[in-house]
Nanobody
Framework: QVQLVESGGGLVQAGGSLRLSCAAS????????MGWFRQAPGKERVFVAS????????SYADSVKGRFTISRDNDKNTVYLQMDSLRPEDTAVYYC?????????????????WGQGTQVTVSS
C-alpha cells in the first residue's frame, strides 16, 4: 500500500514558478515509477511527467517540456515537480501517482495509487 500527499499548489502569475511535492508512505516507494498528471475543469486527466525508480529516466508531455522538471528523493520518499514559465493553460488540479511498473509510464492505467491532488492556478 502506498499513500500519496501532494503539496505546493497555489496561485501564481503567468511566467512565475511553483514547486509541487508529493510525499509517499510505504516501503515500496523507492522501487516504483512516479508520475504527475493534471486535470483542468471540464477536461480529462492528462499525463504531465514521470520518473523511473532510480531517477535515471524521465518523460514529459510536449506541452510542458523545457518548462517543468520532475525529480525524486528516495531517501525522503518524495517526488517533485518544478514548474517554471507557467502559463494560464497550466491551470489544473495536479495529481501525483505511483506505479509498480518499470521505466517511465505515461498512461493513467499504468498507475496503481493516486494522491488527492493540489490546485495550481496561473493568472494572466
Amino acid at each position: 500500500q502506498v499513500q500519496l500527499v501532494e503539496s505546493g499548489g497555489g496561485l501564481v502569475q503567468a511566467g512565475g514558478s511553483l514547486r509541487l511535492s508529493c510525499a509517499a508512505s510505504g516501503r515500496t516507494f523507492s522501487s516504483g515509477t512516479m508520475g504527475w498528471f493534471r486535470q483542468a475543469p471540464g477536461k480529462e486527466r492528462v499525463f504531465v511527467a514521470s520518473i523511473s525508480w532510480r531517477g535515471s529516466s524521465t518523460s514529459y508531455a510536449d506541452s510542458v517540456k523545457g518548462r517543468f522538471t520532475i525529480s525524486r528523493d528516495n531517501d525522503k520518499n518524495t517526488v517533485y515537480l518544478q514548474m517554471d514559465s507557467l502559463r494560464p493553460e497550466d491551470t489544473a488540479v495536479y495529481y501525483c501517482a505511483y506505479s509498480r511498473g518499470i521505466g517511465t509510464i505515461r498512461t493513467i492505467r499504468g498507475y496503481d495509487y493516486w494522491g488527492q491532488g493540489t490546485q495550481v492556478t496561473v493568472s494572466s
